[in-house]
């Protein structure tokens, strides 16, 4: 099973900042990598797609957020962060960290998803 450890979120006003990081591990193991990616859920809405960065450390988003948002991860490819700025009240939502894909020990993982972590922006 993959850990997923979120943190960042809070409450902010519109135009403001914040940065949510996400710590992916596996129990035992070291030397992981993994391919993450951040997705979103305001309220009464689906969960959508926010942004991916490759191995390479290349990032893709969304429309709604390119120019805003910024994605990075640490250089063992273990933690992704996600540099949310000019924060907008339709950007409130819950945050989730997601491993699309890894290899841990040998052991090939995709599809985990972290608990989310709330961001509120007021007007």
């Known amino acids: 099973q993959v850990q997923l450890v979120e943190s960042g979120g809070g409450s902010v006003q519109a135009g403001g900042s914040l940065r949510l990081s996400c710590a992916a591990s596996?129990?035992?193991?070291?030397?992981?990598?993994?391919?993450m990616s951040w997705y979103r859920q305001g309220p009464g809405k689906e969960r959508e797609f926010v942004s991916e960065?490759?191995?390479?450390?290349?990032?893709r988003y969304a429309d709604s957020v390119k120019g805003r948002f910024t994605i990075s991860q640490d250089n063992a490819r273990r933690t992704v962060y996600l540099q949310m700025n000019s924060l907008k009240p339709e950007d409130t939502a819950m945050y989730y960290c997601?491993?699309?894909?890894?290899?841990?020990?040998?052991?090939?993982?995709?599809?985990?998803w972290g608990q989310g972590t709330q961001v509120t922006v007021s007007s």
């Open positions: 997601k491993v699309d894909r890894g290899r841990c020990g040998g052991i090939g993982y995709s599809n985990f």
């Open positions: 596996v129990s035992g193991y070291t030397g992981c990598w993994f391919d």
């Open positions: 960065i490759d191995y390479d450390g290349s990032g």
